[in-house]
């Protein structure tokens, strides 16, 4: 069975510093990856996805995400946060193989950037 | 182009009434998922449906719970004779045809159900 692990439940950043948020997953085979961000009060939006070439991925807002297949890792980067930056992260996988996969989403780890 | 709507986006229900969740993709997807969302939990995934097939239903209570997506129509989420445990916020979301989950899911802003 597949599974996506963030292991913070929250993670605070001062305005203008880096910030990482953390996910790890397990799949049989390969992994697709994804990243949504929620806004209180919001549906999910999308933010990146891996699906196969370049280990770093760019995506909306400034954001990045590295793919490490042998420590099967996909944190979500930022070189320079913003408060608006605050909100709610998570993180998704599903098995690359073909047909029918179910998106498996992490727990959500909750970003307050500090002014 | 709109996006996913879902409403009511708020829904007061009392214990053992029906509540009816409506979903409209967007437009030219043809693949709806629905999730739960409890407070300090994540999201969990519940149903897949396609026009008039539902796909996966691994996520979905055994009674109670039901969903269809009819060929014209929105999707509706039915939770018959509701329990306070039932509250929670629904999301619905929508992919393109095709390989379904290989892309990322749109997501509509969710129904808020209350049960008193």
């Known amino acids: 069975a597949q599974s996506v692990a963030q292991p913070e439940d929250q993670v605070n950043v001062a305005e203008g510093n880096p910030l990482t948020v953390k996910c790890t997953y397990s799949v049989s085979g390969n992994p697709y990856l994804f990243w949504y961000v929620q806004y209180p009060n919001r549906g999910l939006q999308f933010l990146l996805k891996?699906?196969?070439?370049?280990?770093l991925v760019k995506g909306s807002y400034g954001f990045e995400a590295e793919f490490n297949k042998s420590q099967t890792s996909f944190h979500l980067k930022k070189p320079s946060a913003l408060v608006s930056d605050s909100a709610l992260y998570f993180c998704a996988v599903r098995d690359a193989s073909g047909g029918y996969q179910k998106v498996t989403f992490g727990t959500g780890t909750k970003l307050q950037v500090i002014p | 182009n709109a996006g996913v709507m879902q409403n009511p986006r708020h829904l007061v229900r009392r214990r053992g009434q029906e509540a009816r969740l409506r979903c409209s993709p967007m437009?030219?997807?043809?693949?709806v998922y629905w999730y739960r969302q409890l407070p300090e939990e994540g999201l969990k995934f519940m149903v897949y449906l396609q026009k008039e097939n539902i796909i996966d239903e691994s996520g979905m209570p055994k009674e109670r719970f039901s969903a269809e997506f009819p060929k014209e129509g929105p999707s509706i989420l039915r939770i018959q004779q509701v329990v306070r445990g039932d509250s929670a916020a629904y999301f619905c979301?929508?992919?393109?045809?095709?390989?379904?989950?290989?892309?990322?899911?749109?997501f509509g802003p969710g129904t808020r159900l209350t049960v008193t």
């Open positions: 979301a929508s992919s393109p045809p095709g390989t379904g989950s290989l892309y990322e899911q749109y």
């Open positions: 891996y699906i196969t070439g370049d280990n």
């Open positions: 437009k030219g997807h043809s693949h």
